[in-house]
């Protein structure tokens, strides 16, 4: 994975990224550490599929799952 670089004095523009790879790091990857990427890519990607976007309780729904979220509305 790349980061990218916001200009000089500009530190909000990386704040959602940023809270995703500290995210990906700590929760997904539960501090393992990773091998190979072909392997690890598969793993990770089904990971933020399965846990982040329908499992994860995010603060800005309220602390509810998206999936249970969308059922609401």
């Known amino acids: 994975m790349l980061s990218s670089r916001s200009p000089k004095g500009d530190c ?3 704040a959602a990224m940023e809270s995703f790879f500290h995210m990906l790091k700590t929760e997904l990857t539960n501090n393992r550490v ?15 599929e399965v846990w982040c976007n329908r499992q994860r309780l995010h603060s800005a ?13």
């Open 61 to 73: 729904l309220g602390y509810q799952a998206p999936e249970e979220y969308k059922s609401i509305w």
């Open 12 to 14: 909000c523009d990386n």
């Open 34 to 48: 990773l091998h190979t990427l072909k392997g690890d890519r598969g793993e990770i990607l089904a990971s933020v």
